[in-house]
């Protein structure tokens, strides 16, 4: 008797677990994609993180290395300029973090979004 109940308990505790897991998975595929083209060791790259933190819940942040050999055409481009911010594959901002412009832009991608429904 103490199995099943432990099993049930178990089991009841996995259902809310799978429940609040597919809740985070849907709410961050409908999230924008912040790429962070960086290298190591990037400061400034290290410097804007700490300013993105803050609003690390409305969006999800994909780092490129543009010093690995598959993103050379990255590193050409940007080999100077770093930290450079695509906002889902569009150029945003490079240098250093310009929070009002990343506000707007993810306003204007929520609002956007919102009228598709």
Not at 35 to 44: A, G, S
Not at 98 to 111: A, M, R, V
Request: net charge positive; charged share 25%; proline share 5%.
């Amino acid at each position: 008797m103490v199995k099943m109940f432990w099993f049930q308990s178990w089991t009841l505790q996995l259902a809310k677990c799978s429940s609040a897991l597919r809740r985070m998975c849907d709410t961050s595929a409908n999230l924008p994609v912040l790429t962070l083209f960086t290298k190591n060791p990037c400061p400034l790259c290290d410097e804007a993180k700490v300013v993105l933190e803050p609003y690390k819940h409305k969006f999800i942040l994909q780092e490129v290395d543009i010093t690995l050999p598959d993103h050379s055409a990255w590193f050409d481009k940007y080999k100077y300029d770093i930290p450079v911010f695509h906002l889902n594959g569009k150029f945003l901002m490079k240098h250093r973090v310009d929070i009002q412009k990343l506000k707007n832009q993810l306003l204007q991608l929520e609002l956007q979004d919102n009228s598709f429904r």
